[in-house]
């Protein structure tokens, strides 16, 4: 129920190129901005431990 909350009809879309050295891409600039998101999870070195941290992060935001 909650992704349809956070969920737009029109996305930004933007092409980036990607290379060894791509730590991780994320899907999730409407309701935190690129520098909150890496500062969410730059510590964070599991991927799953740091989606689940960016979900929580993304809801809680959404309920302000």
């Known amino acids: 129920m909650w992704a349809c909350m956070l969920s737009i009809s029109e996305p930004d879309i933007t092409h980036q190129a990607t290379n060894d050295q791509t730590e991780f891409i994320v899907l999730l ?3 935190m901005s ?3 998101v890496v500062d969410a ?3 964070i ?3 799953q431990t740091a989606a689940k941290h960016l979900i929580e992060e ?3 935001k959404e309920q302000r």
């Open 45 to 47: 070195k599991d991927p």
């Open 29 to 31: 600039v409407m309701v």
């Open 58 to 60: 993304a809801i809680s």
């Open 34 to 36: 690129n520098k909150e």
């Open 41 to 43: 999870i730059k510590s």
